[in-house]
């Protein structure tokens, strides 16, 4: 009996409102199995669903008909409401939402630095776990180089603003999105000081109008400053994963990245090597290692974090991006297939993850 048995097991119960299964929707928590007894939390977000008060029981139906009657379930009931703010009233009023109210999963890509293809990689994992079925947000959190627009064919489109003031994501192929290049005029620079950045990164978490999301995808900028940190203590991440090319002056600065959420508690899921190799479409079992050969796996083992796979280096990507439609809309392109692999692999990462550990909080950094 191994932990990804019983995931699959779980799988199998479905919250019949959403339609979705209860370890997708992170309802699963601090699973563990020792000598033959199985423990979890099942973390209700609003204990008032009808469903709430059978959940329970289908589990245990559901994992004694996979292991047997014999096995010993102890399954305790919790409910995160209170935290998230939900049905709160201030004054008569509803409550202000909580940023992350209402998404299952906030995955933040980085990098340590520019030029990796990082929002390339974000966009087209974000466009994939849509197409696999999921619901998808994007948003572009880098203020002064936004790419998304670009990327999605949306330079001169402008969100709406609902009653409530808070803003309406645009979506396209399928992914909620959100960037400051639908705010600000695309030929004009963002010139602002570190506050009124991250200002302005907290209004654009907490004043979104996302519904109800599988996963919000954050497009970081590069680095490590204030805007990361900015977000760390702003939402709760569940992880991050880490963009690098192979060549040593990448590796040096994902390093970097890795160490940064590493200090704030945040886990790396994984890194995604990007330009991996070249393939000229002509020699297609032919493979040139223009900026080195296995950089990113090689950093990814000696620091004990997961290896998501490799990207080539092709015309496609960047023809696509420069036309507003990410590669992995195009399935007749061998590299979508290679991105929806790493997005599938990510949610596996992602789910194992919740159900292992406690719901995931906020960070307080108390140091600069």
């Known amino acids: 009996m191994q932990i990804d048995q019983v995931l699959e097991a779980l799988r199998s119960v479905i919250e019949p409102e959403s339609g979705k299964n209860i370890v997708r929707l992170g309802w699963v928590r601090e699973l563990t199995i020792e000598a033959g007894k199985i423990r979890f939390i099942l973390l209700i977000p609003d204990p008032t669903l009808s469903f709430s008060s059978e959940v329970e029981s289908a589990c245990r139906r559901t994992l004694g008909n996979q292991f047997g009657t014999d096995v010993v379930l102890d399954i305790s009931i919790d409910s995160d409401m209170i935290d998230l703010g939900m049905d709160l009233q201030i004054d008569g009023q509803e409550a202000k939402p909580e940023?992350?109210?209402?998404?299952?999963?906030?995955?933040?890509?980085?990098?340590?630095?520019?030029?990796?293809?990082?929002?390339?990689?974000?966009?087209?994992?974000?466009?994939?776990?849509?197409?696999?079925?999921?619901?998808?947000?994007?948003?572009?959190?880098?203020?002064?180089?936004?790419?998304?627009?670009?990327?999605?064919?949306?330079?001169?489109?402008?969100?709406?603003?609902?009653?409530?003031?808070?803003?309406?994501?645009?979506?396209?192929?399928?992914?909620?999105?959100?960037?400051?290049?639908?705010?600000?005029?695309?030929?004009?620079?963002?010139?602002?000081?570190?506050?009124?950045?991250?200002?302005?990164?907290?209004?654009?978490?907490?004043?979104?109008?996302?519904?109800?999301?599988?996963?919000?995808?954050?497009?970081?900028?590069?680095?490590?400053?204030?805007?990361?940190?900015?977000?760390?203590?702003?939402?709760?991440?569940?992880?991050?994963?880490?963009?690098?090319?192979?060549?040593r002056v990448a590796l040096a600065d994902a390093r970097k990245g890795v160490g940064m959420f590493n200090q704030v508690h945040v886990p790396v899921l994984g890194i995604v090597e990007n330009m991996a190799y070249f393939t000229p479409p002509e020699l297609p079992e032919k493979k040139?290692?223009?900026?080195?050969?296995?950089?990113?796996?090689?950093?990814?083992?000696?620091?004990?974090?997961?290896?998501?796979?490799?990207?080539?280096?092709?015309?496609?990507?960047?023809?696509?991006?420069?036309?507003?439609?990410?590669?992995?809309?195009?399935?007749?392109?061998?590299?979508?297939?290679?991105?929806?692999e790493i997005a599938l692999d990510l949610v596996d990462r992602v789910e194992a993850r919740n159900a292992l550990r406690p719901a995931t909080q906020k960070i307080d950094i108390l140091h600069g």
């Open 99 to 247: 940023p992350g109210e209402g998404i299952t999963n906030i995955i933040a890509v980085a990098s340590g630095k520019g030029g990796v293809g990082k929002s390339t990689v974000a966009s087209n994992l974000a466009v994939a776990l849509a197409g696999a079925g999921f619901d998808v947000g994007l948003v572009d959190v880098d203020i002064y180089g936004p790419s998304i627009p670009t990327m999605f064919g949306l330079e001169t489109a402008k969100p709406r603003v609902n009653d409530q003031r808070r803003i309406i994501p645009l979506e396209k192929y399928g992914v909620k999105l959100l960037s400051m290049g639908f705010l600000v005029d695309p030929d004009k620079a963002v010139i602002w000081r570190g506050p009124m950045v991250t200002s302005a990164v907290k209004q654009f978490l907490s004043d979104t109008e996302w519904g109800k999301l599988d996963f919000l995808i954050m497009d970081l900028p590069p680095g490590t400053g204030d805007i990361q940190l900015t977000i760390v203590q702003t939402v709760p991440l569940n992880g991050a994963v880490i963009v690098s090319t192979p060549q």
């Open 288 to 340: 040139y290692y223009l900026f080195g050969q296995g950089g990113a796996r090689a950093l990814a083992s000696e620091l004990d974090v997961p290896f998501l796979g490799e990207i080539p280096l092709t015309q496609s990507v960047r023809e696509n991006a420069d036309q507003g439609t990410p590669v992995v809309t195009d399935p007749t392109q061998p590299v979508a297939a290679t991105f929806t």
